[in-house]
């Protein structure tokens, strides 16, 4: 839109000939954006959008994966509702969501603030080590957390030994699996974070830190006038994305827990996929529109939260 | 004592820069403190306070993986004995061995490779493509598009591997590299990532290219695409992290170990592992699956390292800036 304007108050009155050239390259123009996005159309129609509104239509539907599929209405949307298993299902959620996303805020933030300084020494280094977390295959560090967290034989257990201190069963108590999992997903997010906090900070203006310390402004002060207050969009972009993942976390308890013990585990993604791999194909369906719900939900409540005091 | 009170965290820590004199501070407190901060400049950030923590926190970050890389040298039997313990003159490859001839990994790797190159290239062209036409073009229908690219963001991606499956044996590509590739290959993220690091390119730039003649496919290829250079950095390291780890999808649309990736492999590994088939003693297991993580993180982390620069400048330049 504010490109086309520009583009016409700079052509001169055009000369016949050239009038015949800028409606072709008008028309090419015009043309141009669908050209450039229908590659992506087409792979995004194929495999995004059609199994979208398949899912779709299959949460209306009790379907066990052969045959035909019955209609049901919403029975399956109302058979989660009233079972117990489901709304487990958002609270073992809701608990990681507690137990990660603040913390990672609080990590993310400090760690941000402190790499922020050009004169910190080996800010390179640390950029690097902190990112490393979040680039290893989520198999392999769910392998090592298996051991690492094992009862008897892991290095953790080991450690508290010498310590004095009794073992602990992370992976086999109810109490410990939930923030031993939160424990994987933070610290292989936590990078990530990082450098999405530093990249708002970055773009915050100097002279406002100069000006509040000209005023004799603390520190903490400053931090709390200056940082939060304009780094709030950037935190709220990083609340969104990981409420998405942790409310979508699927791999993690799958992987090492298994949603156990006594599915204290059994995250919101998870569940989902048992319905699938009971080959309960319309209620996973159904699970999962109600999962996007409250995502969308959740997202637009933080977008509000973070936004009100603009 | 309010200043001695205030930041007593921050700052205390804040001049150990300088031991006798921060002794002094911590002793005495009140006016001492407040004249030694006045003479050093208060810009400058607590250098050492800084340094312990962000140790610290590099400690927790590193040390599970360096302790299982370790472990996997380590003699099977004492890495579940003695976890803690460190002995580099008893270091043996015995666990890799053993790994390799019990699991595919070889063939994992040469087919991670081939949906890497494809998958990626598909990915690192027609995303910013895409993202292209989203950022600097109107065109009806636009808005409710792109609506639907953040939907997809949303929706749980394990939901969609069942429509897909049936799609993959509509097309009767269940087990082949296209279903392997085609998936996911322009996905929802890098479009609106793209979209992103491509709004910020000055719209002025482009239209005195199109002043100069050039063509709409010229602008994206001869302007946009070099400016844009550290975001389409980060894009690929994503990309490759993203493929790379992949192991849901290709876990159902393989069949057959000759098409398994290295997650597959891996994850296999460890599920046979849980179910004891391999037939052996939990340590000797212990060691291979550290061997097979090992193994399996380290390219990408050599890769990760050479690139790193370009990835955290590429994420600095694409993330929505405060």
């Known amino acids: ?310 | 004592m309010t200043t001695a009170m205030h930041g007593s965290k921050v700052e205390a820590t804040d001049d150990t820069g300088a031991p006798p004199q921060d002794t002094a501070n911590v002793a005495q407190a009140g006016r001492p403190a407040a004249s030694a901060r006045r003479r050093r400049p208060r810009r400058e950030l607590p250098q050492f306070g800084s340094q312990v923590l962000l140790m610290l926190l590099t400690l927790a970050f590193l040390a599970p993986v360096a302790w299982a890389v370790v472990s996997a040298f380590k003699p099977a039997v004492e890495i579940i004995r003695d976890p803690l313990g460190f002995d580099p003159t008893r270091f043996t490859t015995d666990n890799f061995v053993a790994m390799f001839s019990d699991v595919p990994l070889a063939s994992g790797f040469v087919n991670t490779a081939i949906v890497l190159v494809l998958k990626g290239a598909i990915t690192m062209f027609f995303a910013p493509l895409a993202g292209y036409a989203f950022a600097k073009y109107d065109f009806p229908g636009k808005n409710m598009l792109f609506g639907t690219v953040l939907l997809t963001l949303m929706l749980p991606t394990i939901v969609l591997i069942i429509p897909l499956l049936l799609e993959m044996k509509e097309f009767g590509w269940v087990n082949t590299y296209q279903a392997l590739i085609l998936p996911g290959s322009v996905d929802a993220f890098a479009i609106f990532w793209m979209r992103q690091v491509i709004s910020a390119v000055p719209d002025e730039l482009l239209d005195a290219a199109r002043v100069d003649g050039c063509g709409e496919f010229g602008i994206f290829w001869r302007i946009v695409v070099p400016v844009i250079r550290p975001g389409l950095a980060g894009l690929a390291v994503l990309t490759v992290m993203n493929i790379y780890n992949d192991f849901v999808w290709p876990v159902v649309v393989t069949t057959s170990d000759t098409m398994q990736t290295l997650q597959v492999v891996l994850s296999t590994l460890a599920q046979n592992i849980s179910g004891n088939t391999i037939g052996a003693d939990y340590a000797t297991i212990t060691g291979e699956l550290l061997a097979a993580s090992s193994v399996a993180l380290v390219p990408l982390l050599i890769i990760f390292i050479l690139l790193q620069k370009h990835f955290i400048n590429g994420i600095l330049a694409g993330s929505v800036k405060g």
């Open chain 1, 1 to 310: 839109m504010t490109a086309s304007t520009a583009l016409d108050t700079r052509m001169p009155p055009p000369r016949a000939p050239r009038r015949r050239r800028l409606t072709r390259t008008a028309l090419r123009r015009r043309l141009a954006p669908y050209v450039f996005i229908l590659p992506f159309i087409a792979i995004f129609a194929l495999f995004s959008v059609y199994p979208m509104i398949f899912t779709l239509r299959l949460s209306f539907t009790d379907w066990r994966g052969t045959g035909a599929a019955t209609w049901v209405g919403l029975d399956n949307y109302a058979y989660l509702l009233t079972n117990p298993g489901f709304w487990s299902s958002l609270g073992n959620s809701a608990v990681m969501w507690l137990l990660i996303v603040p913390a990672q805020v609080v990590i993310g933030l400090l760690a941000a603030v402190l790499l922020n300084n050009a004169k910190l020494r080996m800010r390179g280094f640390y950029r690097t080590a902190f990112i490393v977390p979040f680039v290893t295959p989520l198999v392999a560090i769910a392998q090592i957390w298996i051991v690492v967290f094992d009862q008897n034989y892991g290095p953790v257990n080991d450690l508290l030994g010498v310590l004095g201190l009794p073992g602990i069963g992370w992976l086999t108590t109810s109490e410990w699996a939930k923030p031993t999992l939160a424990l994987l997903f933070l610290w292989k997010t936590t990078g990530f974070a990082i450098i999405i906090l530093l990249s708002g900070l970055q773009s915050i203006d100097s002279t406002l830190y100069e000006a509040a310390e000209l005023d004799g402004a603390s520190r903490r002060r400053q931090l709390w006038s200056i940082t939060v207050p304009l780094v709030r969009r950037t935190l709220m972009f990083l609340v969104v994305l990981q409420t998405l993942a942790v409310f979508q976390m699927f791999a993690e308890p799958y992987v090492v827990t298994k949603g156990g013990p006594y599915s204290s585990t059994t995250t919101a993604g998870l569940y989902l996929y048992n319905h699938i791999t009971r080959a309960d194909l319309g209620t996973g369906a159904a699970n999962s529109f109600l999962l996007v719900i409250l995502v969308m939900a959740l997202s637009l409540l933080f977008v509000r939260l973070l936004r009100a005091k603009d």
